[in-house]
Nanobody, 123 residues
Framework: QVRLVESGGGLVQPGGSLRLSCAAA????????VAWYRQAPGKERELVTF???????NYADSVKGRFTISTDITKNTVYLQMKSLTPEDTAVYYC?????????????????WGQGTQVTVSS
C-alpha cells in the first residue's frame, strides 16, 4: 500500500499562482508515472498532467504553458506549479501513482490516490 499526501491548495485570486505537493511513503515515483487529476463540482475527474519515470511530461491542453509538473525523487515528492490561474481551474486536485501510460500521452491511473487538495480561484 502506498500512501499519497497532497498539500498546497488554497484560495487564490485570478492570475495568481500555487504550488501543490504530493508526498509518497515509498519510492514509487522512481518506477511509475505520477499524475495530477482534478475534479470540479458537477464534473468528472480529469487528467491534468503526468510525468514518467524518465522525466517525460504530458499536459492537458487547458493547462499547457501555465502548469508544470516536476519530481524530487530524493524526497519522494511530486510538485504541480500552477500559474496564471483562472476560475476554471477551481477543483479538488488529486495525485495518482502506480499507473502506466500509452503512446506517450494516454495515462492509465494507478491504484493509489491521495486525499485531494482544494484549489479555489476567485476574486
Amino acid at each position: 500500500q502506498v500512501r499519497l499526501v497532497e498539500s498546497g491548495g488554497g484560495l487564490v485570486q485570478p492570475g495568481g499562482s500555487l504550488r501543490l505537493s504530493c508526498a509518497a511513503a515509498g519510492s514509487i515515483f522512481s518506477t511509475n508515472p505520477v499524475a495530477w487529476y482534478r475534479q470540479a463540482p458537477g464534473k468528472e475527474r480529469e487528467l491534468v498532467t503526468f510525468i514518467t519515470s524518465r522525466g517525460s511530461t504530458n499536459y492537458a491542453d487547458s493547462v499547457k504553458g501555465r502548469f508544470t509538473i516536476s519530481t524530487d525523487i530524493t524526497k519522494n515528492t511530486v510538485y504541480l506549479q500552477m500559474k496564471s490561474l483562472t476560475p476554471e481551474d477551481t477543483a479538488v486536485y488529486y495525485c495518482n501513482a502506480g499507473g502506466s501510460y500509452l503512446y506517450g500521452s494516454i495515462h492509465v491511473p494507478g491504484a493509489y490516490w491521495g486525499q485531494g487538495t482544494q484549489v479555489t480561484v476567485s476574486s
